[in-house]
């Protein structure tokens, strides 16, 4: 590990002795270490010099990944905390809806799943604000994949009135959807969008609490409006 410690110090690259010496190793060790780095992928050799391999860089990013999560897991359980409801963080990747990380309490529990959001996007908060921030046909192609089903009695009923519904949508505004996938839950969702990655974040309140809700969600929208730099860097993950 110091050996990577100290080649992950020299973008260009550096010899040998020059590793060994800043790792603090003896050079028989440090040689017979660096043949096995090299060998594993961690180093590689460009014109004598010692760099750091693919496989020392995808430790790295998997390294990078992780404290992105950890930076979502974070602000999603700080404003869990202090706006006093569950709070919800997904993504639209690869044509598909993703729950990155969800934030609740028991006292305040997050709507359970029991449809898989990624086929009843019409149906949630969370789905709606993904959808409306894509264009016509990342719209229809979705619907295609994933057409509208009655889940409650309050549910859009077909993929007509569904895109009536997504084409009055006001661009970045938060959405409210009530009791429209889970009866006896109403939410709201803001939408980020970071570069081409279209994402959410989203609360929910059981709907005899339902005058929480829009508060709840202008409050969400500026504490994102402070941590948007922070929370656009995470959407990668």
């Known amino acids: 590990m110091r050996l ?3 080649a992950s110090e020299h973008q260009e690259g550096a010899p040998a002795k020059q590793l060994a010496r800043e790792a ?3 050079l028989p060790t ?4 660096l043949r096995t780095l090299t060998h594993e992928g961690y180093l590689r050799r460009e014109k004598g010099m010692l760099v750091l391999g693919e496989a020392a860089e995808q430790l790295s990013s ?3 990944q992780q404290n992105r999560r950890g930076m979502i897991d974070e602000a999603l359980a700080h404003w869990r905390d202090t706006i006093g409801v569950p709070v919800y963080f997904a993504v639209y990747r ?3 809806i993703e729950v990155v990380a969800v934030a609740d309490t028991p006292g305040n529990p997050a709507v359970t799943e029991w449809a898989d959001f990624r086929e009843t996007g019409h149906a949630h908060a969370i789905g709606q604000c993904l959808l409306s921030q894509l264009d016509d046909g990342q719209r229809r192609d979705h619907l295609d994949r994933h057409p509208v089903q009655s889940i409650t009695r309050y549910s ?3 993929n007509q009135s569904f895109m009536r519904r997504l084409n009055g ?3 970045m505004k938060p959405v409210v959807e009530r009791q429209e996938y889970a009866l006896g839950s109403v939410c709201a969702a803001i939408p980020i969008t970071a570069g081409n990655t279209a994402a959410t974040m989203a609360i929910s309140v059981p709907s005899c609490q339902a005058d929480r809700l829009l508060p ?3 409050r969400l929208q500026d504490e994102i409006g402070r941590l948007l730099g922070t929370l656009a860097f995470s959407i990668s993950i």
């Open 169 to 171: 949508m006001g661009r």
């Open 94 to 96: 690869e044509g598909e």
């Open 24 to 26: 603090g190793l003896a």
């Open 30 to 33: 440090a040689y017979h270490l």
């Open 156 to 158: 859009v009923r077909d």
């Open 62 to 64: 998997s390294g990078a």
């Open 4 to 6: 990577l410690e100290a």
């Open 216 to 218: 709840a969600a202008l």
